[in-house]
């Protein structure tokens, strides 16, 4: 029987590719712009033409002629990064990512018009669905004379979850197909816990047999490449992390380290330790102590993503190996599509068996990881942080040094009250006068108040000590420090307890909220603005 060929644009690591190659099409064609991709993409799919080309490139109908061949499917992956809300707030520049969505839709318009090509589908981050229009002209597309309109006959928000992957990835697909069944419900996802109990801990080898998690193939521990190497992280890095995932200033709280019973949340291209959106794990040492914690490793996000355990990544970094997991689609995702479009042909193919036979150049196991240090920051370095862990009925209070003219030398730090989120969020630059004359009634002032100045006194600050302490991540006292120490002081005089009764705040430089806030929120605002008042 024929096989019904597909060509995979944009084809990364081969995630798109794969799922339809497990379902027995035959992938005849990939094209990417970048080295370690194709080099991937040809290891894992030796049979297919994979070329390094710059899509752009194909701007006629000869020049895409000459390069691509008639398929019955096209898919493709435009890289995301222009419509990613992880860049620049979902703010960024969305040109160039709308330039590459045109280029490959002018392929597919062209191929559909020549009468071969029955079903496509373009994969992308959700945020591009705003973007994608429902139809494009051929003169839209850049095709010479005349064509039919491409349609984009079906658009949804799938998540990959539902589909057998272990991770909620939601992404924009749309194109001409049949839609795919979800395979799991949310109860029933597959969770971090099932992918570490089968490839077992990083830091600790066993000679035995490893069971795919996902697909159930198994391979001696030997073979299983990019998994047995240390991926734990600085203190410094975890740190960050943890604070901007329990503790961000306007955003929910996040698990820290993540909760390995759920599914892992979205894979990035980059694995960052130090950030929101970091994937960070306990690390156990071979008597299943804590010693530490860790990123995943290389083979581990890959299982994430749903790539088979023999699946091969061609990088010669863990950072491009990183990249290609976290480009990729999800091929259980690609697979199901990939059924949905079987069963409307009424065909039935037989499966791709698994190559376990392939290793990549480059494996990581026993690779010693490149640790992370503290850099100086530029000295114009902007700070803005509340006091760590005081946050109530969305009240904080932030130091910052926004008011700073860095180029003249002048270093000014102010304290911040906040309420609210988003677009009804209120901000009162803090007055000394002001904060004391609220606060002075307080229950325990004087106590407070003296172990308030003793702190400061021992601490010494001005404006320009203290940018100079943030610059150079001095382990003295720097902006983190400081709001670490007016920490403890609040919660040493004013402990989490319910009959604390709330301050009234009637005067106009405080008036937000509903006329009152917490007792511990008293304690901050007159906290940091004591602070900044006696820096020099």
């Not at 994979?50 to 019955?72: A, C, G, H, R, Y």
């Not at 005349?146 to 057998?164: C, H, T, V, Y």
């Not at 570490?196 to 998690?213: A, C, M, Q, R």
């Not at 392939?358 to 114009?380: F, M, P, Q």
């Amino acid at each position: 029987m024929k096989r019904m060929g597909v060509a995979d644009f944009f084809c990364g690591a081969g995630g798109f590719s794969e799922g339809f190659s497990q379902e027995g099409f035959d992938v005849v064609f990939a094209l990417d712009n970048w080295l370690p991709a194709i080099e991937t993409h040809h290891l894992n799919h030796p049979n297919c033409d994979s070329k390094l080309i710059n899509i752009l490139e194909l701007d006629t109908p000869q020049k895409i002629d000459e390069v691509v061949p008639d398929t019955e499917i096209i898919i493709g992956s435009p890289p995301c990064i222009s419509f990613s809300n992880s860049n620049k707030s979902g703010k960024a520049d969305k040109t160039k990512g709308l330039e590459l969505i045109k280029a490959f839709l002018r392929i597919v318009a062209w191929k559909k018009k020549k009468g071969v090509l029955k079903y496509w589908v373009m994969e992308n981050v959700p945020n591009s669905n705003k973007y994608t229009k429902n139809s494009y002209s051929w003169t839209e597309l850049g095709l010479p004379g005349k064509g039919p309109e491409l349609q984009i006959r079906i658009r949804d928000i799938l998540n990959s979850a539902d589909f057998g992957a272990p991770q909620i990835r939601k992404r924009f697909i749309c194109g001409d197909f049949p839609a795919p069944k979800k395979i799991i419900d949310n109860k029933k996802y597959i969770s971090i816990k099932n992918i570490f109990s089968s490839l077992g801990n990083p830091l600790e080898y066993k000679d035995k047999n490893i069971t795919d998690p996902l697909y159930g193939v198994k391979i001696k521990s030997k073979y299983l490449t990019d998994h047995f190497y240390d991926t734990r992280v600085m203190n410094f890095e975890w740190q960050k992390a943890k604070r901007l995932k329990l503790d961000h200033g306007y955003m929910g709280k996040m698990s820290f380290p993540e909760n390995i019973d759920n599914p892992s949340r979205t894979v990035m291209a980059t694995m960052s330790a130090s950030t929101r959106e970091s994937l960070i794990f306990y690390s156990f040492n071979s008597n299943s102590n804590k010693n530490g914690y860790r990123v995943p490793t290389v083979r581990e996000a890959a299982c994430f993503m749903s790539f088979p355990i023999t699946y091969q990544f061609e990088g010669g970094s863990e950072a491009v190996k990183y990249r290609l997991v976290g480009n990729a689609v999800c091929p259980k995702l690609s697979f199901a599509l990939a059924r949905a479009i079987l069963k409307k042909e009424n065909k039935i193919y037989g499966k791709r068996k698994s190559n376990d036979k392939i290793i990549s150049k480059i494996n990581l196991n026993g690779a010693k990881r490149k640790k992370k240090t503290i850099k100086n920051r530029k000295r114009d370095a902007i700070f803005d942080f509340h006091i760590p862990y005081l946050k109530i009925r969305n009240y904080r209070v932030s130091i910052d040094n926004r008011d700073s003219n860095f180029d003249k030398g002048i270093i000014k730090w102010k304290g911040v009250l906040h309420h609210g989120t988003g677009k009804d969020a209120k901000n009162i630059i803090l007055n000394f006068s002001d904060a004391r004359r609220l606060f002075y009634n307080a229950p325990g002032f004087r106590s407070f108040d003296r172990d308030l100045r003793k702190l400061a006194k021992e601490l010494g600050l001005s404006h320009h000590k203290l940018q100079n302490d943030y610059i150079l991540n001095s382990s003295s006292v720097g902006p983190y420090n400081l709001l670490a120490e007016l920490k403890e002081l609040i919660d040493n005089h004013y402990p989490e307890r319910k009959d604390f009764e709330d301050l009234k705040h009637r005067k106009k430089g405080f008036s937000i909220g509903n006329g009152s806030m917490p007792l511990r929120i008293g304690a901050a605002i007159y906290s940091c603005s004591l602070i900044v008042s006696l820096m020099k």
